[in-house]
């Protein structure tokens, strides 16, 4: 199972971590993902992280400002975004599957399992 948490209210130009924790499996066997949805919007990637944490990719919007990371003896993979707009309001969900080492995915079918997501909005 997995479980997003941190998202909440800020304003413009603020940071906020998020935190994806797994409960009844050991994550440093999956390849991690986090995704959003806006209102009224489809589901879109985020950013992404290899098993071990070797390997990372990012959205166009996300890159520069999110990073992902992981730590796999706490079975966490955080995601911290800095310099949040408005545009970044959405529900945040990270995902999970299995993979070989070295090998983030982007796309959401590419992944098995989903965890609730955790609401982010910000104001201008």
């Known amino acids: 199972q997995l479980q997003a948490s941190g998202g909440g209210l800020v304003q413009a130009g603020d940071s906020l971590g998020l935190s994806c924790a797994a409960s009844?499996?050991?994550?440093?066997?999956?390849?991690v993902g986090w995704f959003r949805q806006a209102p009224g919007k489809e589901r879109e990637f985020v950013a992404a992280?290899?098993?071990?944490?070797?390997?990372?990719g990012y959205s166009h919007s996300a890159k520069g400002r999110f990073t992902i990371s992981r730590d796999n003896a706490k079975n966490t993979v955080s995601l911290q975004m800095n310099v949040l707009k408005p545009e970044d309001t959405a529900v945040y969900s990270c995902?999970?599957?299995?993979?070989?080492?070295?090998?983030?995915?982007?796309?959401?079918?590419?992944?098995?399992?989903w965890g609730q997501g955790t609401e982010v909005t910000v104001s201008s």
């Open positions: 009844g499996r050991t994550l440093s066997n999956y390849a």
């Open positions: 992280i290899s098993r071990a944490g070797t390997m990372t």
């Open positions: 995902a999970a599957r299995t993979a070989v080492t070295g090998v983030y995915y982007s796309r959401d079918d590419d992944y098995t399992y």
